[in-house]
């Protein structure tokens, strides 16, 4: 693929054993593109290797799931896509474009980086999210070389009922192709942020300049590039290799910090990514989590050890 000049690798803002190399893009209508490609390397040498892709509002943080992979004989590599956390440079709107493919040539460069370079011949991908859906569709496009796909919560169509995903959607495509720029109108309560952060009602750090706890804007252009790949998702994709797909057991929409913005996913419908997983490909593995958050990996102790379990079990069954 060869797609984007690295810089060295230098320590990152994880801290040693984390490094972590710029990626330079061709500009678009901003100005001056990267992506980041974070590393964390096995206890041995492998030829085996994890590229991670994080969700909307976010970037790479989540420390325990790379050491789960190193654990098992896997480098974990994480990209953070153009304009998300390591990436976003003063001039750019956070975490905007107005077509999805536009984060392929970042995935591409972190693929060529893991395979070509450092001679991984057995990557699995992994992604959270909306990386859930920009994974799929990279993959279904793509075709590269991997030997499975791990994705957790991901947005595989529009929350809201039939007025959002009809008449709502039919607005957005419109306004988004004529005003790619305009922010939508919307109200974030920022729970799911607090329920997540240390310094709130959860146990993981993060940047909250990178992450805020209120989210970013959202622009009609980015959000019509959304829908978009959600239509191309539900006529069908073939990622070629087997899929799990991790979610909570369910929906909650608390309007304050309570058990329900711990135990359930309280950013996506649960019931949509059931009904979409197996647009994925031929051989999809769904499995819920009872007590999951919208992020599996940062549930609480005890969903969390069964994510992993699943994980751990589907790995050794289709991929390992």
């Given at each position: 693929m060869r797609t984007g000049a690295f810089d060295e690798l230098v320590p990152d803002v994880l801290g040693e054993p984390y490094l972590a190399e710029t990626i330079s893009l061709p500009p678009d209508e901003?100005?001056?593109?990267?992506?980041?490609?974070?590393?964390?390397?096995?206890?041995?040498?492998?030829?085996?290797?994890?590229?991670?892709?994080?969700?909307?509002?976010?970037?790479?943080?989540?420390?325990?799931?790379?050491e789960w992979w190193?654990?098992?004989?896997?480098?974990?590599?994480?990209?953070?896509?153009?304009?998300?956390?390591?990436?976003?440079?003063?001039?750019?709107?956070?975490?905007?474009?107005t077509d999805l493919r536009q984060h392929f040539p970042d995935i591409d460069a972190a693929f060529d980086r893991v395979t070509e370079r450092d001679r991984?011949?057995?990557?699995?991908?992994?992604?959270?999210?909306?990386?859930?859906?920009?994974?799929?569709?990279?993959?279904?496009?793509?075709?590269?070389?991997?030997?499975?796909?791990?994705?957790?919560?991901?947005?595989?169509?529009?929350?809201?009922?039939?007025?959002?995903?009809?008449?709502?959607?039919?607005?957005?495509k419109q306004v988004g192709a004529r005003q790619p720029t305009r922010q939508i109108p919307?109200?974030?309560?920022?729970?799911?942020?607090?329920?997540?952060?240390?310094?709130?009602?959860?146990?993981?750090?993060?940047?909250?300049d990178w992450k805020p706890l209120d989210s970013f804007p959202v622009t009609f252009g980015w959000l019509r590039a959304i829908r978009l790949g959600h239509d191309e998702l539900h006529r069908g994709l073939e990622v070629g290799c087997p899929v799990l797909v991790l979610s909570s057991t369910g929906t909650k929409w608390p309007k304050a910090m309570g058990q329900e913005a711990h135990d359930y996913d309280i950013v996506l419908e649960v019931p949509q990514i059931r009904q979409w997983a197996t647009a994925l490909g031929s051989h999809v593995t769904y499995v819920a989590i009872e007590g999951a958050r919208h992020d599996v990996v940062l549930s609480r102790e005890g969903p969390r050890k069964k994510a992993y379990a699943e994980l751990d079990r589907w790995l050794t069954t289709y991929v390992g």
């Open positions: 901003e100005g001056p593109v990267v992506a980041t490609l974070v590393v964390r390397r096995a206890a041995q040498p492998t030829s085996k290797a994890v590229l991670h892709v994080h969700g909307f509002c976010d970037y790479f943080f989540q420390t325990p799931y790379a190193n654990e098992r004989g896997y480098d974990f590599y994480a990209v953070d896509l153009r304009k998300y956390g390591r990436s976003l440079r003063p001039h750019q709107t956070p975490n905007y474009v991984h011949d057995h990557v699995v991908l992994s992604a959270h999210s909306t990386g859930g859906l920009i994974a799929s569709l990279w993959a279904n496009e793509r075709k590269p070389r991997i030997a499975g796909m791990a994705l957790n919560s991901p947005w595989l169509d529009m929350q809201g009922g039939r007025l959002v995903q009809g008449l709502g959607t039919s607005v957005i919307r109200t974030v309560d920022g729970v799911y942020g607090r329920s997540l952060h240390v310094d709130h009602d959860g146990e993981w750090m993060f940047n909250t």
